[in-house]
């Protein structure tokens, strides 16, 4: 149900956008966010915006260089990365919730998760 691209490989210092679209069904009036997991790691909170788009949460490690956005009308979250390090290399993965933004902080609240898509960063 959810669907996310953009992933990649690339240098450090470098960007990426993510996308995470929901064809055939509208998430208009959830909140949305995205996670992270490293291999041996537990996955992780990165961003998380509420469904009017006005409110937006970010873990310490991504503060400054991330921002999550949304498009309702396109049904459609993103994810610019910028300035990113190898500890940002992960899987990362879109999800939503009929909860509010600021309980995907600590891991609550999501009700559907989309695949992941991979992002490396090379030194």
């Known amino acids: 149900q959810l669907q996310a691209s953009g992933g990649g490989l690339v240098q450090a210092g470098g960007s990426l956008r993510l996308s995470c679209a929901a064809p055939?069904?509208?998430?208009?009036?959830?909140?949305m966010g995205w996670f992270r997991q490293a291999p041996g790691k537990e996955r992780e909170f990165v961003a998380s915006i509420s469904w009017s788009g006005g409110v937006k949460y970010y873990a310490d490690s991504v503060k400054g260089r991330f921002t999550i956005s949304r498009d309702n009308a396109k049904n459609t979250v993103y994810l610019q990365m910028n300035n990113l390090t190898p500890e940002d290399t992960a899987v990362y993965y879109c999800?939503?919730?009929?909860?509010?933004?600021?309980?995907?902080?600590?891991?609550?609240?999501?009700?559907?998760w989309g695949k992941g898509t991979q992002v490396t960063v090379s030194s």
């Open positions: 055939g069904r509208t998430f208009s009036r959830s909140a």
């Open positions: 999800a939503a919730g009929e909860s509010t933004a600021q309980a995907m902080v600590t891991m609550g609240g999501m009700d559907y």
